[in-house]
């Protein structure tokens, strides 16, 4: 069964880097033509989509965010990472992973982490 | 952008009541749509992709329909456990925008 798990910083500081990595087991990352997706959530707030990585290698990224953001994959260790950079405070945020399965939606999503962005 | 715009944002309803939720895209999307619920406190879990088809595990009383720019998510028989809200996602092209989300509430 394929599982998700984020990990990294749970506190930034402002104007610093947030860097997030999503393990991926149960599968291979290289395994089939989907892509790797990260979305995020502030606090008592909805879903805002960061960005995805394709199997191919390509990234796609929120216009909102294009500037600050850079998704890449590590297939040797079966994971794919997320940084941030030049982070305020707007960027608190509960941070997913997720397979972004081809014409169908995000499945699974890893369990979250939770990013405080504070001095 | 294409924007998604779901409503209503917030509903409150009896249990056994047939609910609807509205989800709107700005532009026409085909059927590239999924539907999400994340219940209180958890992660979001994908309900419906392709507007209309139903990912295994989930109850029939949950049906999506629509195309272009008008979809919608019903309820047939709200019970307790939909206690959530509820999420449409365009993934017809980048950005895979989110709506803003509806919460569903039991009276």
């Known amino acids: 069964q394929l599982q998700l798990q984020e990990s990294g910083s749970g506190l930034v500081r402002p104007s610093q880097t947030l860097s997030l990595t999503c393990a991926v087991s149960?599968?291979?990352?290289?395994?089939?033509?989907?892509?790797w997706t990260w979305i995020r959530q502030p606090p008592g707030k909805g879903l805002e989509w960061i960005g995805y990585?394709?199997?191919?290698?390509?990234?796609y990224y929120n216009p909102s965010l294009k500037s600050r953001v850079t998704i890449s994959v590590d297939r040797s260790k079966n994971q794919f990472s997320l940084n941030l950079n030049s982070v305020t405070a707007a960027d608190t945020a509960v941070y997913y992973c997720?397979?972004?399965?081809?014409?169908?939606?995000?499945?699974?999503w890893g369990q979250g982490t939770l990013v405080t962005v504070s001095s | 952008d294409i924007r998604m715009t779901q409503s209503p944002s917030s509903l409150s309803a009896s249990v056994g009541d047939r609910i609807t939720i509205t989800c709107r895209a700005s532009?026409?999307?085909?059927?590239?749509l999924a539907w999400y619920q994340q219940r209180p406190g958890k992660v979001p879990k994908l309900l419906i992709s392709?507007?209309?088809t139903l990912q295994s595990g989930v109850p029939s009383r949950f049906s999506g329909s629509g195309s272009g720019t008008d979809f919608t998510l019903t309820i047939s028989s709200l019970q307790p456990e939909d206690v959530a809200t509820y999420y449409c996602?365009?993934?017809?092209?980048?950005?895979?925008?989110f709506g803003g989300g509806t919460k569903v509430e039991i009276k």
């Open positions: 997720a397979k972004a399965l081809n014409w169908v939606g995000f499945d699974p």
């Open positions: 149960g599968d291979s990352i290289n395994s089939d033509g989907h892509s």
């Open positions: 990585i394709s199997q191919t290698g390509n990234t």
């Open positions: 532009q026409g999307i085909s059927i590239y």
């Open positions: 392709a507007a209309s």
């Open positions: 996602q365009r993934y017809n092209s980048a950005p895979l925008t």
